[in-house]
């Protein structure tokens, strides 16, 4: 940087510039993984990996590191985070040994652990716990502000941080806490991506599809954030952060045509049938196991094509896919160059910034070769046992497939709840070392149960104990009450022995398990709500109204003010009427006077004509009588 440019800037930001001037480099890579698994599955793990050098991250600047989530470590004083999302099942008997020895992937649910500056007690550490939890939920739109005291433990021997800390790890605090009955959602992916520099807009990000993701058997998304010191002199330490997203799909499944989602059983026409079965016949059909692998294409198997290359530090010589598979077997790329590397097995491609990467698998009908899986260190399951609504006991087995012993740490996070009888803890054909046990307080913390075990090689041990089943209130049920309670799965991590150290660091999760508790019956209490809801409504109203009202005779009821208003709007408005009908009627009235005179008028002198000519007609008769009468 010229020495005018500096001069121009302030003090701060000059001492800044010299300092990032010294550094090294911010950097960024991606890398996608494809694996073809036995059963027609497929395995596929992405790795997006960003550094910042501390100088720069103290200092607030950040190039590819992603600013929301720093300014949460920062405030929470976190040395060193680990964040898992998962859902589903890893089958280690078909598919071998756990990705990455295990160390990227979660238990059921939600897992969290972390190294927090204590700040000289444990009230403080607490506090920031608290707020990173708080933070975190609201980053990853996840519940994990339900991570309290009482599902928080402190482990001793399961977690080593994976950075270097120096002189401060003294002063640092584990802090672990599972949700087992989260649901990992594309809620939870959407924010995964806006960490990345690309924003899922190009590179290998692009082929993580919500809808193909958790329809996996099985799939893991994991945050890791610590400080990385190579420890060469004169070079200052850097804070990286690798998000990672693993995933076990069924081609067949994520193949399936989007207009149409709903699985169907094949035509009969289209099953080959096993004939060299005795019960097969002209209406019985045994499918005939496979013989080879379907054709696959990476675009519909993940959902479409990568969009071009993130092209951010890119060296020359790096690769953005591998792909292993046995080397007879055809692959077709579009879209990237192949790089020629000494390797049989694993093929690697170069992304194109222009067009977009596709992987095409034709059908292979011999029969099937694929990589040699590795034997997993160690197969364990979890489930509990008994009847009734008391009580019930806890059965893990353990079992070694290699011919050394393993010495390991077996870790559980129980509810407070769920109250274990330690006196009946018992460990067969294995060895118990040490044990570190802190116990539950009700409504305050769980049980922190860890226990270093040896087991014999190629044996299988089993570990039990007794619990008792707490009754809860009934404002403390979740709504769905009579599904159940889940319990997190337990942590096992295998450590260096003298025997062997192959597998030391690996890790092993059981799945998680569902508790039932005794549920009263919700029914009963809105029942008996509505039922004296009535009762209390008709009586006291009926009480009410005898209490408050005052009976008396119409007659002695005073005319109310306003009915006297209304009296006299109706008068006058039947008066304005009356006045128009009045008028009306004496036009009607008199127009029929007038008619009925001159009717009158014409038989009065017509009478009075004829009463003249009688008149006039009489007295010549009398004329005509008296001349008779005289002789």
């Known amino acids: 940087m010229h020495l005018a440019t500096l001069l121009s800037l302030p003090a701060s930001l000059a001492l800044l510039s010299l300092s990032l001037a010294s550094v090294s480099p911010h950097s960024y890579t991606e890398h996608l993984h494809l694996l073809p698994l036995p059963q027609s599955h497929l395995h596929a793990h992405f790795n997006f990996t960003a550094t910042t050098p501390l100088s720069a991250y103290e200092s607030s600047h950040f190039r590819y590191f992603p600013r929301s989530l720093a300014q949460i470590l920062q405030h929470t004083r976190t040395k060193e985070l680990h964040l898992r999302f998962t859902t589903g099942r890893w089958d280690d008997e078909a598919w071998g040994a756990r990705p990455l020895e295990g160390t990227r992937e979660g238990g059921t649910g939600v897992e969290l652990w972390a ?54 790890k003294g002063n640092l605090q584990l802090l672990h806490g599972m949700l087992p009955h989260e649901v990992v959602c594309t809620e939870n992916l959407t924010p995964f991506l806006k960490l990345l520099p690309c924003k899922g807009k190009a590179g290998i990000s692009t082929l993580l599809d919500g809808h193909k993701l ?71 059909c045994f499918p005939k196991a496979l013989t080879g692998e379907p054709a696959w294409t990476l675009s519909k198997v993940l959902g479409h094509a990568a969009k071009g ?30 790089l020629t590397l000494p390797s049989t097995t694993r093929r690697h491609y170069r992304l194109s910034s222009s067009s977009s990467f596709d992987l095409s698998l034709p059908t292979q009908s011999s029969p099937i070769s694929f990589i040699a899986l590795s034997i997993p260190p160690l197969y364990a399951t979890r489930q509990i046992a008994g ?18 012993p393993l010495t390991l740490v077996y870790m559980e996070t129980l509810p407070w709840y769920l109250r274990p009888y330690m006196h009946t803890l018992r460990l067969s ?45 009934y404002t403390e049920y979740p709504p769905d009450a009579n599904r159940g309670f889940d319990v997190a799965p337990a942590v096992i991590r295998v450590l260096a022995s003298n ?20 549920t009263p019956d919700f029914s009963m209490p809105y029942n008996v709500i509505i039922l004296t809801s009535t009762v209390i409504a008709l009586g006291f109203g009926s009480l009410f109204n005898l209490l408050t009202r005052s009976f008396v005779l119409a007659e002695e009821v005073p005319p109310s003010p306003l ?3 209304v009296r006299r709007l109706q008068g006058l408005a039947q008066g304005m009427l009356g006045k128009k009908g009045g008028a009306a009627e004496a036009e009607k009235n008199s127009g029929t006077k007038e008619g009925k005179v001159t009717e009158i008028s014409e038989p009065v002198e017509e009478e009075t004509e004829g009463k003249a000519n009688g008149i006039a007609n009489g007295h010549a008769d009398l004329r005509e009588r008296k001349a008779r009468e005289t002789p």
Not at 322 to 332: A, F, G, I, K
């Open 429 to 473: 054909n294995g060895k118990q070392e040490k044990m570190y046990y802190t116990p539950a307080l009700d409504r305050e913390r769980g049980t922190h149960l860890e226990l270093v075990l040896t087991i014999p090689a190629q044996s299988t041990a089993t570990l039990t104990y007794d619990f008792e089943k707490a009754v809860l209130r």
């Open 309 to 338: 290359a993130c092209d951010l530090e890119r060296d020359d010589q790096a690769f953005d896919v591998t792909l292993e598979v046995p080397s007879d077997r055809p692959v077709n790329a579009t879209g990237a160059s192949e």
């Open 115 to 168: 190294w927090v500056d204590r700040g000289g007690s444990k009230t403080v550490a607490e506090e920031r716990w608290s707020e990173l939890v708080n933070s975190l939920s609201g980053l990853f739109c996840a519940s994990l502000n339900f991570i309290d005291s009482t599902k928080t433990i402190r482990p001793v021997r399961t977690f080593e941080p994976e950075g270097d800390h120096g002189e401060q």
């Open 214 to 284: 958790f329809d996996a058997k099985w799939q893991s998304m994991a945050i890791d954030v610590r400080p990385v010191c190579e420890g060469k002199i004169g070079e200052e330490c850097v804070l990286e952060i690798q998000q990672s997203v693993s995933m076990a799909l069924s081609i067949s499944r994520s193949m399936r045509d989007r207009h149409d989602p709903i699985p169907r059983p094949a035509r009969i026409e289209d099953v080959e049938c096993d004939e060299s079965k005795p019960w097969n016949g002209h209406d019985t």
């Open 387 to 404: 009847h009734g609504q008391e009580r019930g006991s806890m059965h893990t087995t353990l079992r070694n497939p290699h011919a050394h």
């Open 563 to 565: 009915a006297g208003i």
């Open 499 to 518: 025997a062997s150290q192959d597998y030391a660091g690996s890790y092993v999760r059981t799945t998680s398990l569902l508790l039932s508790l005794p």
